[in-house]
């Protein structure tokens, strides 16, 4: 069963009276959530309710060593999430045994944020907990939950095999929330080729935090990255003590300091960030102080999205489209859980998706939230779990239907890759290493690397390896809690990056060459003059330099080199191609093709969320005047995910409208020749160059020319 209903309407209740029976029962239940933050907070409403009986444990990497055998031995209700099922729960069912003999209810909290690849994964895991649990004799019945899914009961059956009866009637009573399209204004300043610069989104989010906190509005301001976190709180907590000291005039004279507050100059502390990679007594310590009320702001990632218990919020700033609808009204949600109105306000970025965005609400309101896309017979995802799945128990013929009707074929290529061994009884893991090695759910690239002061010795943080090329190379700008450290070396081989204090007056930005090569088109048709394609793509990407930029300003100071090794990516991509007969005229005319294709290629990144369930960020582009493996123009838009996440499947089968809302949000831009709300991007490896607005505008015209 799948409830899908509002935020705030009484899920949590809906399964835990159930599994609170089961375990009153003799029974155990397992719950299920993708961040260690919701779990804790579910364990402590379940300790609230004093249950004779219940032993309900988190069991996650924050758990330490020695209460973990006791989880094992005596709790009844048991809260982990994915990742900690995948490589400590199964693998380890022996000594799990005497749980799962008598499990009965299994909770999948805030479903809907299994989706792309890391959905895909979970999808598996499940697989294998129906299939370990039948090892033991038993047959849960798994609950779902979500506030936003689309079609929940064909959701929920692609991410359990199981058919899925969905419950959707909301009768909750909520207040209203007033929601308003926040487009920061054009500053003075120029950037690359003389394009206006937009006020950041980040500092209008400090700005308004902190006009908010004064006000003594409870406030969550969500950020899309750590760094923003950390900016718009150390932002938020300097306008506060400037104002404290008389430095600046309040920004908005209506505004008066609540009575409560004793002094202005308590306000600053009253702030703080959060995300991931902090130490878990770091995490636990805000959730605390955010629900007291001891803090009145707080800037995060959406690693507070999902239904952690934020009651008496007043009010949610998002500083920038989150990647969805669904993404949009969870964080939205946050605010009048107690039921009293609240203030949602979306916080434009430089952006093509979020100009067009506020500039058309029609796209945003009224419009049903996103189909979830998940692939579990994605080969690269389910030949891993078919390995982990031997390893916990041999796989039999009979095992195969829970796997999905790929799983014969995957599994000869794992023999053949000397993965398993095939036996008369079935396939075996016959290796060393552990199974479960091969499947980064997350897509995280490896190992996290840690986040070392080099003069204490301190562990801050982790960074995923993936991410650890362009956020802590040697070099790099890192931020904690505030606080600015500069990288001194990034050793990938010992999963360290080393730091050290300092206060820079700039910023640095990755800079990346990225090469891709065609493998197999499985489907095209033609596309005005030219053809779309969506296939098997090889991706090389390697990050070669960093720029620095001041701080203020963003004038760049300097490019430096690195010496990173390469990244290689087999995935799925959409291209379009057009043939020389039909860009002549373009190139007669004197226009930049590869400028005109690489702006459409950056606005186009931009504009795919608005019509596949993904960020910008799990997506990547190339364009060419003459692409070697198609020989004409070609613009690709690629899966950032090994195996493909079904981003770019979703791409080619609405690239009309997909590629006509481009090319409208290019042509609706204020700006002359282009500029970070339409064609440059954030994070273009060849620093927004070439770019041309007016090229792209035609190429795109060309492209779309016999499609009405």
């Known amino acids: ?60 990497g924050d758990t330490p060593y020695e209460e973990r055998a006791w989880i094992r031995r005596h709790a009844n209700y048991v809260l982990t999430n994915p990742d900690m099922l995948h490589r400590g729960l199964l693998p380890g069912h022996a000594r799990w045994s005497g749980f799962w003999r008598r499990l009965r209810t299994v909770v999948v909290d805030e479903c809907h944020g299994y989706r792309g690849v890391f959905g895909s994964h979970v999808a598996q895991i499940l697989r294998r907990l129906r299939r370990v649990c039948t090892r033991y004799g038993s047959s849960p019945v798994f609950v779902l939950a979500s506030a936003t899914a689309s079609d929940p009961g064909a959701f929920a059956t692609r991410l359990t095999g199981l058919q899925t009866a969905e419950v959707t009637t909301d009768a909750s009573p909520r207040g209203s929330i007033t929601f308003a399209l926040w487009e920061p204004p054009l500053t003075d300043l120029r950037g690359e080729g003389g394009a206006p610069v937009r006020r950041p989104a980040a500092a209008e989010t400090a700005d308004l935090l902190a006009d908010l ?38 920004p908005s004279p209506g505004m008066a300091a609540p009575a409560s ?37 707080l800037a995060t990632t959406n690693a507070l999205e999902l239904g952690v218990d934020v009651s008496g919020l007043d009010a949610v700033l998002i500083a920038g489209w989150p990647g969805t609808r669904a993404s949009l009204w ?27 965005l506020v500039h058309h609400p029609e796209a945003l309101f009224g419009r049903p939230v996103e189909a979830i896309v998940l692939d579990p017979g994605n080969p690269y995802v389910l030949g891993p779990h078919l390995c982990a799945a031997a390893a916990e128990i041999p796989l039999t013929e009979d095992d195969l239907e829970i796997f999905g009707p790929t799983s014969k074929e995957v599994l000869a290529s794992l023999v053949g890759d000397g993965l398993l061994r095939r036996r008369p009884s079935g396939w075996f893991w016959t290796r060393r290493e552990r199974a479960t090695d091969l499947a980064d759910i997350r897509g995280s690239g490896g190992t996290p690397v840690q986040v070392v002061e080099l003069s204490t010795g301190c562990l801050l943080g982790t960074v995923d390896e993936s991410s650890a090329h362009t956020t802590v190379h040697t070099g790099a700008v890192y931020v904690h809690q505030g606080e600015t450290f500069l990288v001194t070396e990034l050793d990938l081989e010992a999963g360290v990056a080393l730091v050290e204090a300092g206060t820079p007056d700039y910023t640095t930005f990755a800079r990346d060459v990225t090469e891709i090569s065609v493998l197999e088109s499985f489907r095209s048709h033609p596309l005005g003059p030219g053809e779309l394609h969506f296939g098997s793509v090889e991706v090389t990407r390697q990050v070669v330099s960093y720029l620095k930029r001041r701080l203020q300003s963003g004038e760049p100071l300097g490019d430096e080199a690195l010496d ?44 795919l969320p608005l019509f596949a369930t993904c960020d910008r960020w799990d997506i990547g582009g190339v364009s060419t005047e003459l692409h070697a493996d198609t020989g004409m123009l070609t613009v690709f838009v690629y899966d950032g995910h090994e ?7 979703r791409g080619f089968s609405r690239a009309l409208e997909w590629l006509t809302a481009t090319r409208e949000a290019i042509a609706s831009c204020e700006c002359e020749r282009g500029c970070p709300s339409c064609i440059q991007s954030p994070k273009c490896g060849n620093g927004n160059e070439p770019l041309d607005k007016a090229g792209a505008l035609r190429l795109l015209a060309v492209l779309l020319s016999m499609n009405g």
């Not at 308590?266 to 629900?291: H, N, Q, S, T, V």
């Not at 605010?335 to 093509?352: E, K, N, T």
């Open 213 to 250: 906190v004064l006000d003594g509005t409870r406030t969550l301001a969500f950020v899309r990255s750590r760094r923003a976190a950390e900016s718009v709180a150390l932002s938020a907590r300097a306008r506060l003590s400037d104002l404290a000291s008389g430095m600046i005039s309040r």
């Open 1 to 60: 069963m799948i409830i899908a209903t509002g935020t705030a309407s009484g899920k949590s209740l809906a399964y835990q009276v159930p599994a609170l029976s089961s375990v009153l029962d003799g029974g155990t239940a397992l719950y299920l959530t993708p961040t260690k933050a919701l779990a804790a907070d579910q364990l402590r409403a379940l300790e609230a309710l004093d249950v004779p009986g219940l032993r309900a444990a988190a069991y996650d």
């Open 261 to 297: 507050l004793t002094s202005l100059a308590d306000l600053p502390g009253r702030i703080a960030a959060y995300r991931a990679g902090y130490l878990a007594e770091e995490r636990r310590g805000l959730e605390r102080a955010l629900r007291s009320g001891d803090l009145l702001g």
């Open 330 to 356: 969870q964080q939205a949600g946050r605010a009048g859980r107690a039921g009293q109105d609240a203030l949602a306000v979306l916080i434009a970025r430089d952006d093509p998706l979020d100009t067009y």
């Open 643 to 649: 195996g493909g996440a079904g981003f770019a499947e």
């Open 564 to 607: 990173l090794p390469p990244r290689t990516l087999r995935t799925r991509a959409v291209w379009w191609t057009l043939p020389a007969s039909a860009i002549s005229p373009l190139a007669e005319a004197g226009l930049d093709l590869g400028g005109a294709a690489h702006a459409a290629e950056h606005a186009s990144i931009g504009m």
